[in-house]
């Protein structure tokens, strides 16, 4: 079934690709193919370096031997909201609809029932989606390989620029353009597109160009390239795994392959990254007394200023007895783990 499907999907695939997609060996493609054949089923191979196995032009099996996870996956899998944004929402419930009368009646039943039980809100908390005039025009031109003109908003300034669409990326709710301008590939936030223009002109899409593969990429090279600063600390090991509250894995990552062993007095010493010594203070004040900054001077310098003005503040006007409230390291340590 898998073989068939891969057949009607891709139309002519090599045996080599169709045994890298399914894990089998080559000769036991070949001998899949015959048993096909033997079925009924259309599917024959030609030779030649433009040959393959492919199925007769027209041919379409019905859609059998669903399980009932794989039909609850398939009703379930997309995101209705995105489809909508690309001008695809009749076209995905149309396809739902396909599905459904596709399935044994015994099946049909608990697959209606997905979207009463699960429901996909892909922004994060507190997220306002960006608001895409030009997503419409963008993803007509990305289905049709067009190029675009483009006007786009850069913090500073708007710039213009010709590019080839080669996909649209939603993270986290927010939509990104990856295209090519001139022999650069990059990202685009399409909320910031003021306006597009496709030119009417075709380009070719690169054959080994991987969206996913490259979105990967991007994303965490445009992580690390976030983290300018870098500041050395010293750290209680109890209070390593708190690191985490800085909010940023890229710097997480780096944080902890840095570490060294624990010392006699149980602290670590590791190398913390951020994006500007501003915001490496404010991830660093929540560890309070269980973290130290070893350099550089103008970080310890602003850390010492603000721990001073904090204490002034919450002791003005305090009675002494209030003054010698300080947690031990064994009672804070109890309260994280409570938590």
Same mark, same amino acid.
């Given at each position: 079934?898998?073989?068939?499907?891969?057949?009607?999907?891709?139309?002519?695939?090599?045996?080599?690709?169709?045994?890298?997609?399914?894990?089998?060996?080559?000769?036991?493609?070949?001998?899949?193919?015959?048993?096909?054949?033997?079925?009924?089923?259309? *599917?024959?191979?030609?030779?030649?370096?433009?040959?393959?196995?492919?199925? #007769?032009?027209?041919?379409?099996?019905?859609?059998?031997?669903?399980?009932?996870?794989?039909?609850?996956?398939?009703?379930?899998?997309?995101?209705?909201?995105?489809?909508?944004?690309?001008?695809?929402?009749?076209?995905?419930?149309?396809?739902?609809?396909?599905? $459904?009368?596709?399935?044994?009646?015994?099946?049909?039943?608990?697959?209606?029932?997905?979207?009463?039980? #699960?429901?996909?809100?892909?922004?994060?908390?507190?997220?306002?989606?960006?608001?895409?005039?030009?997503?419409?025009? @963008?993803? =007509?031109?990305?289905?049709?390989?067009?190029?675009?003109? *483009?006007?786009?908003?850069?913090? =500073?300034? *708007?710039?213009?620029?010709?590019?080839?669409?080669?996909?649209?990326?939603?993270? !986290?709710?927010?939509?990104? $353009?990856?295209?090519?301008?001139?022999?650069?590939?990059?990202?685009?936030? *399409?909320?910031?597109?003021?306006?597009?223009?496709?030119?009417?002109?075709?380009?070719?899409?690169?054959?080994?160009?991987?969206?996913?593969?490259?979105?990967?990429?991007?994303?965490? =090279?445009?992580?690390?390239?976030?983290?300018?600063?870098?500041?050395?600390?010293?750290?209680?090991?109890?209070?390593?795994?708190?690191?985490?509250?800085?909010?940023?894995? !890229?710097?997480?990552?780096?944080?902890?392959?840095?570490?060294?062993?624990?010392?006699?007095?149980?602290?670590?010493?590791?190398?913390?990254?951020?994006?500007?010594?501003? #915001?490496?203070?404010?991830?660093?004040?929540?560890?309070?007394?269980?973290?130290? @900054?070893?350099?550089?001077?103008?970080?310890?310098?602003?850390?010492?200023?603000?721990?001073?003005?904090?204490?002034?503040?919450?002791?003005?006007?305090?009675?002494?007895?209030?003054?010698?409230?300080?947690?031990?390291?064994?009672?804070?340590?109890?309260?994280?783990?409570?938590?």
């Amino acid at each position: 079934m898998q073989l068939l499907l891969l057949l009607q999907t891709r139309g002519r695939t090599t045996a080599p690709e169709l045994a890298r997609e399914l894990e089998v060996s080559v000769r036991t493609v070949y001998r899949d193919i015959e048993a096909l054949s033997a079925a009924g089923i259309p *599917v024959y191979s030609e030779p030649g370096r433009a040959g393959g196995v492919r199925l #007769v032009d027209g041919y379409r099996t019905r859609l059998t031997g669903l399980t009932t996870e794989e039909a609850d996956a398939v009703l379930l899998a997309g995101s209705p909201g995105a489809a909508a944004d690309l001008g695809l929402g009749t076209v995905l419930a149309t396809a739902q609809l396909k599905v $459904l009368a596709a399935l044994p009646p015994e099946l049909r039943g608990r697959a209606t029932r997905i979207a009463d039980r #699960v429901h996909i809100d892909a922004p994060g908390w507190f997220h306002r989606p960006d608001e895409t005039p030009t997503l419409t025009t @963008v993803a =007509d031109a990305l289905w049709h390989d067009r190029k675009l003109d *483009v006007r786009y908003g850069r913090k =500073d300034r *708007v710039v213009e620029r010709r590019l080839d669409p080669f996909g649209l990326v939603m993270k !986290a709710g927010t939509w990104y $353009l990856i295209g090519r301008d001139g022999s650069d590939i990059r990202s685009y936030r *399409v909320g910031r597109i003021i306006a597009a223009e496709p030119t009417g002109e075709t380009f070719d899409r690169p054959l080994d160009f991987d969206l996913a593969a490259h979105w990967s990429a991007a994303s965490d =090279d445009f992580a690390r390239s976030m983290l300018r600063v870098r500041a050395r600390c010293r750290i209680a090991a109890s209070h390593v795994p708190l690191l985490r509250l800085m909010n940023d894995p !890229a710097a997480v990552t780096e944080a902890l392959a840095s570490a060294g062993s624990p010392d006699s007095e149980g602290w670590i010493v590791l190398t913390l990254p951020s994006e500007s010594y501003e #915001v490496l203070a404010h991830a660093i004040l929540p560890l309070g007394q269980f973290i130290e @900054v070893l350099e550089p001077p103008e970080l310890r310098a602003q850390l010492a200023t603000t721990a001073a003005e904090m204490f002034a503040r919450y002791n003005r006007d305090q009675p002494a007895a209030g003054r010698s409230i300080s947690p031990t390291p064994n009672s804070t340590r109890q309260r994280h783990n409570s938590i």
